[in-house]
């Protein structure tokens, strides 16, 4: 499956994004999706992940609240909806899809979108 991420850009602190990532290739149906994020000098790290059927959704503790991982597979579309962003949410955000449950490990994903940078400010 290709994922192709977008939706990044530049914001106050306090301010929303929406994340939307379009998938093509193979039945989006069947993979769960995840959201991770690299700042620079450090490792990728989990945000979000959704079941194949958008019931069970995964949140990192540190965006718990704020963010919201949806899907709508009529649109073979992805999206995270960020609130209330501080300055720490900056960095290079990725959409992955696995199939099976869940996961939390970026090794655990087979398919990875091209990234798209969030920029927050204080």
């Known amino acids: 499956v290709q994922l192709q991420a977008s939706g990044g850009g530049l914001v106050q602190a306090g301010g929303s994004l929406r994340l939307s990532c379009a998938a093509s290739?193979?039945?989006?149906?069947?993979?769960?999706m995840g959201w991770f994020r690299q700042a620079p000098g450090k490792e990728r790290e989990f945000v979000a992940a959704?079941?194949?059927?958008?019931?069970?959704?995964y949140y990192a503790d540190s965006v718990k609240g704020r963010f919201t991982i949806s899907r709508d597979n009529a649109k073979n579309t992805v999206y995270l909806q960020m609130n209330n962003l501080k300055p720490e949410d900056t960095a290079v955000y990725y959409c992955?899809?696995?199939?099976?449950?869940?996961?939390?490990?970026?090794?655990?994903?087979?398919?990875w979108g091209q990234g798209t940078q969030v920029t927050v400010s204080s």
């Open positions: 992955a899809a696995r199939s099976g449950v869940i996961a939390t490990l970026s090794t655990e994903y087979n398919y």
């Open positions: 290739g193979r039945t989006f149906s069947n993979y769960v």
């Open positions: 959704i079941s194949w059927n958008g019931r069970s959704t």
